[in-house]
């Protein structure tokens, strides 16, 4: 089980959530990263640039 809070929306993970892992090994619930990527390409963590 990953630690949360989860960056974007600050709920901690709950059993059964889809996380996301960044190449930065930041993560996020994986709605909340998929969302998130749409309008960026940075961690919302750490802002480490996601190329791909
Ligand atoms: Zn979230
Ligand atoms: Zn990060």
Redesign the pocket.
Request: hydrophobic share 35%; with cysteine.
């Given at each position: 089980m990953e630690r949360g809070p989860?960056p974007?929306?600050?709920?901690g993970y709950a059993p059964g959530d889809e996380i996301v892992r960044m190449p930065c090994a930041h993560t996020?619930?994986w709605?909340?990263g998929a969302k998130w990527l749409s309008g960026a390409r940075t961690c919302p963590t750490c802002r480490f640039e996601i190329s791909s």
């Open positions: 989860c974007i929306c600050l709920d996020a619930h709605r909340c």
